[in-house]
Each structure stands twice: as C-alpha cells, then as structure tokens.
C-alpha cells in the first residue's frame, strides 16, 4: 500500500509560479512510474506530466515548457514546478504512482493522492 500527500497548492496571479509537492510512503517509491494529473470544475481527470524511474519525463502540450516534474527518490517525493501560470491551469492536482507505460490514462495508475487545489487568477 501507498499513500500519498500532496502540497504546495494555493491561489496565486496569472504569471506567478507554484511548487507542488507530493510525499509517498513505502519502500519502493523508486520503482514506481510517478505522474501529476489535475481536474477542472466539471471537467474530466486530465494528465499533466510523469516521470518515470529512471527519470525520463513526458508531458502534456499544454504545460510543455512552463512545468518540470522531478524526483528526489531519497526523500520519497515528485515535485511538479510550474511557471507562467494561467488562469486555464486553474484545477485540483492529483499525484499518482504505479504507472504503467500508458503515462498519460488515469486508469494505469495504481494509487492516487487526495489533491491540491491550484487557483489562478487572471
């Protein structure tokens, strides 16, 4: 069993940064295929970004050279960097482990956290 925490969300202007953090307990955080996803008002689960165990990194168009998803394997964390944010990126932000090489499909993740809220004011 994995939990996971997320932190770092909050309300911030159009331009500003934020830094989320998501903290994982157990041993085998290093094995695991690590992705952020985030969900809108009325809108479906969509994903942002992952990063893989050997730190290779993929993500979504519409964060590709604002976002930077990272790992510190020593401290059980993935850390999502997002710069130049828009009002659009404005949702709940959900860390998930265990993900298989479908990177992107909510389904292959096998644990998920409880999110954090991210509000960007325009």
């Known amino acids: 069993q994995v939990q996971l925490i997320e932190s770092g969300g909050g309300l911030v202007q159009a331009g500003d940064s934020l830094r989320l953090s998501c903290a994982a307990s157990g041993r085998t955080f290093s094995r695991y295929l690590m992705g952020w996803f985030r969900q809108a008002p009325g809108k479906e689960r969509e994903f942002v970004a992952a990063i893989t165990r050997t730190a290779i990194t993929y993500y979504d168009d519409s964060v590709k050279g604002r976002f930077t998803i990272s790992r510190d394997n020593a401290k059980n964390t993935v850390y999502l960097q997002m710069n130049s944010l828009k009002p659009e990126d404005t949702a709940v932000y959900y860390c998930?482990?265990?993900?298989?090489?479908?990177?992107?499909?909510?389904?292959?993740?096998?644990?998920w956290g409880q999110g954090t809220q991210v509000t960007v004011s325009s």
């Open positions: 998930a482990a265990d993900g298989t090489i479908y990177y992107s499909r909510t389904l292959n993740y096998g644990y």
